[in-house]
């Protein structure tokens, strides 16, 4: 087929590669987020069920794009870490950060009704990305640690703000008395008025969320640079995704959506989910992926997986 | 509170503005849909239910970015317009880039039930994107041209090859079969063999959909350019969506809505409603917004639309 | 011959291209001339000399590349206009940018005796340089415009400024009484103090250099596009510079352009020289290109030549 | 005086910076070399005369910007090492290739007729220079040692090239005749053909030169990261560049030089190696920096100078 005369204007897209063997950083981030947890409710300081859904989304990701090694995440937003040597889309900057930002917020649409069964999505949320490149393993645990920093400087102010404004402060006030506040104040506030030990409260609130892959053959596999463009898309999408659903729709006390597997279209669909059968509920697509809650300041964390800085 | 001292690695964030006066197309294109529906079983050469829901996506992107005035799509990819003088965001390349392919992507798996109510969403598809920059008005009108031509190129292929097949051939036998064959040849055999006037198929499968705001009001008010970034957002969200989401959910018995509103947390989202009370379900976010298919090659569509190439 | 196994780092030279069918100007900035003319004993607060090289400097880059279409420049600095369409160097960024700031800076030096034939250039001078680029001759009128009313301020404060200090003042004194004037008060000070009536000092300095080619044919030949980037570079440079070689040494009796050329290393040079034989001194490069010192501002200028904003 | 209402222009100059603790490398290439040292009749293979000036205005560069801590040069093209930390600029990437390759050219101009004082520069050359960035010290002594593997390769193929050409061989039988040999061919043929031991031909053609400075010092003192854009400038360059131009114009008998000069060729190159202490006309900007022909592919090279990737 004849191209048309417009054909020209392809012209314009111009090339964007990121630079060989440098550190790729994708970071996304929740758009309109403060109105968005208002709209549904999310429990403050932290919503767990939110916290869960935006790691089921990284996950997501990480399963998709084996070239993604690292994650972290908070509140509304995540960090994926793509290997030195990715030649995912051939470092194109434009196609790694958007088709990661898609998927994931694919993935949080996707997943929301499982973590918020009552609470169905009122609108679309959505989230923007950035690539960010960085030449060696110092400025990507200074990223990573930069993000975790942050995770403990938010949720101490957040954790003490909410205490004061659930005792009676309205948020202005609450701001108000923390003007000027430093961390240990911020404690001391919390276990003095409030009894509450800032360090007993659960890791992911302080810590925030860490994926890696259990298994580094899957890295080492991928470090061997053979993939291109074409098999970087991880085949097994389908499976993951359809048991993902199984989850969802098996959940042990699926209300109404049985129904909806009682339809005839979905028959193949469960021909399919056979072979993942005895995945259980969202442990399919956390198969080769671990979420932590730890420390990813200190030398351990990255002492123990050397082939993410490698 | 203090910054850390990992504060640095923001440095790595380098600008990437878009320069000023020029317009800016955002194309977004399906990931691996070639799978994504045949696994869900989409209808050939065209499914109505798929592209309806493209367009609804690519309508919440109209209606949360104003400064988008013109949108085109077909199969899964979408190219969306940005007036000249946009401000979005500072022309922040990533930011404007990812920020469109998120919310069309959120808004295709939040509404894909509605136009798939028997069809559940078997894993969550995604979108990549690129924003390209074209000087004058010319290439955005062979841009579009472009898009419109590659529309019917593919269109009359596809439902030439999909007769083939129905008519017993096999997925490679049509391809032989078509093989050097141009327009009229293909024409002639939809004719001649299977008794198809291709001009009389649907237009939206034919030429595509084009998405443009009905009252040029808006337009006017947006080239004030008095927007900022902070304002960019469209307030009118949440009202869209809820209204959107009362669409999905209630059907087929709306009066739902009123009992979802009657949750006391609801009370703000109920009394925001009323503006949007008359509006009937998915025509909430149609408002301003029409989706024609129609030429966009030739002189008219532009002439009526003086202000898209301002 | 085998490739080395340290080629790989060519894959770090990433693509620049500049977008097709924009207006690129690049413009030249001296690096320290504040220093360099005090150094050099430059006239304040002009220096005919120094801006009749400028202009030298400015016309070998437009004999070399004929996609330069117009030049302006006043001080330190030129400003190059290449043609929309240019393909000069695949529109690289670097290589256009660097290719004329070092042609401009290494004709500077070259002809700079002949300018100042008595005070030697006492180091190497240089300049920056960058690409800008604009989308429509709209910027590009403006963009001159905003160069010209530039050089009227400046002029119009130094000449001012140095009347106040050859009159006695220091230049401290001289930069205090100019403080919080405009225009009118300036020349009023000029005219009442000194007699001078700005708008009769030599449109040089007031208007700034512009080169345009005399010919348009040679911008219609360049218009047809069939420039490559082989062909862009001008075989005559040998020939203008050789004869403005002999301008510099020989004068002032230009016959003895022959008395060079006899030296045997000359014979090629000779022959060559034979077809720019009536080409006066400072005349060969001036050939096709003409500087003016008129209004760029209004429209007269820009109605006379309608190819430079194709 | 008030911004002129064109001045709105400027903000089509969009950012181009560099990231951060990078190393960046610019390349500067002579255009149209071949026909430069043709018609300067420069020797072949090699003309040590036009190397000695490639070097001094390498020196120039590295003299004025202490930023740049290596340079390598081969035939008409020098590679600049910029230390990973440098604020030059606001690491500006336009701003820093094209001072440097404008510099370059000025001191190559500039500087031309003390190598060659007999041939008059017929006509002003020119240069491109592009700046690469490189994310660690491998890459960087990958590069220079791909530089020196290519000086290696070339000057190889020119040495057999040229000795069969001098021995009545056309250029294109030369050509020809290596065609498909290997380095240990083209050794054999030079040596047993025209008793040429490869291996003892000058370093210099051999291996390129090697710009670094002596005392690391300078380096520790730049690694400090107090330079600022305003103090990168060497405030010595009119001290350094007047002595030098003494060297060129006042000395009518010029001393040293002559003694120099009297040398056939290696003599200055010889007594520079021992020291730098007694600096002459022309190693006045020598002082800090000295020119080696040696290897800098093994290790020794960068193990002596651990500050070069640091």
């Known amino acids: 087929m004849a191209k048309s005369r417009f054909e020209y204007v392809r012209n314009y897209e111009l090339p964007d590669p990121i630079m060989p063997n440098a550190f790729i950083v994708v970071r996304i981030d929740g758009r309109g987020f403060h109105k968005f947890s208002d709209t549904h409710l999310f429990q403050k300081p932290n919503d767990k069920r939110a916290l869960d859904l935006m790691d089921i989304a990284a996950k997501t990701v990480m399963n998709e794009y084996k070239d993604v090694i690292l994650a972290f995440g908070e509140s509304d937003e995540y960090s994926f870490l793509l290997r030195r040597n990715t030649k995912l889309y051939n470092r194109r900057r434009s196609k790694i950060s958007s088709s990661i930002v898609s998927l994931f917020?694919?993935?949080?649409?996707?997943?929301?009704?499982?973590?918020?069964?009552?609470?169905?999505?009122?609108?679309?949320?959505?989230?923007?990305?950035?690539?960010?490149?960085?030449?060696?393993?110092?400025?990507?645990?200074?990223?990573?640690?930069?993000?975790?920093?942050?995770?403990?400087?938010?949720?101490?102010?957040?954790?003490?703000?909410?205490?004061?404004?659930?005792?009676?402060?309205?948020?202005?006030?609450?701001?108000?008395?923390?003007?000027?506040?430093?961390?240990?104040?911020?404690?001391?506030?919390?276990?003095?008025?409030?009894?509450?030990?800032?360090?007993?409260?659960?890791?992911?609130?302080?810590?925030?969320?860490?994926?890696?892959?259990?298994?580094?053959?899957?890295?080492?596999?991928s470090l061997d640079d053979t993939d291109s463009e074409t098999n970087t898309a991880n085949s097994a999408t389908v499976e993951i995704a359809s048991s993902s659903r199984s989850a969802h729709q098996i959940n042990p006390t699926p209300s109404g959506v049985d129904e909806n597997d009682a339809t005839p279209e979905d028959g193949d669909i469960r021909r399919r989910s056979k072979s993942v059968k005895k995945v259980k509920p969202y442990e399919g697509i956390d198969g080769e992926i671990t979420i932590l809650h730890e420390d990813i300041i200190k030398d351990k964390f990255w002492n123990e997986r050397p082939w993410l800085t490698i």
């Open 105 to 221: 917020t694919s993935a949080y649409v996707f997943h929301w009704s499982h973590f918020f069964p009552n609470d169905p999505l009122k609108y679309p949320p959505s989230f923007d990305s950035r690539a960010v490149v960085y030449p060696t393993d110092k400025e990507i645990r200074d990223y990573f640690a930069w993000r975790q920093a942050d995770t403990h400087i938010n949720n101490l102010y957040n954790t003490a703000f909410w205490a004061l404004v659930n005792d009676g402060q309205t948020t202005t006030e609450a701001n108000k008395t923390l003007q000027g506040t430093d961390s240990k104040d911020k404690n001391e506030l919390l276990y003095s008025k409030y009894g509450i030990n800032y360090n007993n409260l659960p890791a992911m609130y302080r810590k925030g969320s860490i994926c890696v892959r259990v298994d580094p053959q899957s890295i080492r596999l």
